[in-house]
């Protein structure tokens, strides 16, 4: 991992369950002195205490390790707020409906901003039938690729992996307004409004 869990995260975390260093302790089986020690950065918890704290903590380990506090809202009803992740050493696309702690091969990964697509990543798309068939302006070599193309309107997301030395196009079912994505592993994730 690219995080390890700090000592102000415990002490956040521990206050906001109004928990003193002594109850914390008593629920993990360690000393007061050794929570007191973590949170004044005087030492780091044994990595075989981390299931143990993040339980005591109410959070999952990888928000204890990212230090970030997922809280579920429900607000996740409306597709436009999908974060996507890529993985940058397998390129596994991770798709969220709202804000989530990701990981894979043992890196966090944070949601990917999009930028609007600019000419180097021109997107054409002409109606062939009942769908819509994109192309985008970019070279697909094994160095510099699009590796996903994603159509995400309010209630409905359709991705398409794509893959180096293939061609950089696919065909949508576009439904409503909304928007398009594709993500280029030199540049990130771009979208532009359709």
């Known amino acids: 991992m690219d995080n390890y869990v700090t000592g102000a995260t415990i002490r956040r975390l521990r206050e906001r369950k109004n928990m003193t260093q002594a109850a914390l302790a008593s629920v ?15 030492g780091l918890p044994d990595i075989s205490l981390l299931d143990a704290i993040a339980s005591a903590l109410d959070v999952s380990v990888m928000e204890l390790m990212s230090g970030n506090t997922v809280i579920n809202k429900n607000a996740s009803g409306n597709m436009l707020r ?34 609007d697509v600019d000419f180097a990543h021109e997107i054409t798309v002409e109606q062939v ?19 996903f193309l994603a159509y995400v309107t309010s ?14 196009e696919c065909r949508f079912q576009f439904r409503g307004r909304g928007y398009l994505y594709l993500y280029c592993n030199r540049h990130g994730l771009m979208k532009q409004k359709f």
Do not use: R
Not at 158 to 164: A, D, E, F, N, R
């Open 28 to 42: 993990i089986d360690v000393s007061p002195k050794t929570i007191s020690k973590w949170e004044t950065a005087k």
């Open 155 to 168: 209630d409905k997301l359709q991705l398409v992996k794509l893959y180096p030395e293939g061609n950089a």
């Open 82 to 115: 999908s974060k996507f992740y890529c993985c940058p050493i397998c390129g596994n696309i991770i798709h969220a409906l709202g804000e989530a702690v990701v990981s894979c091969c043992g890196v966090a990964l944070p949601p990917l901003e999009a930028d």
């Open 129 to 147: 039938e009942d769908e819509h068939f994109v192309v985008v302006k970019h070279e697909m070599t094994k160095t510099h690729y699009i590796s």
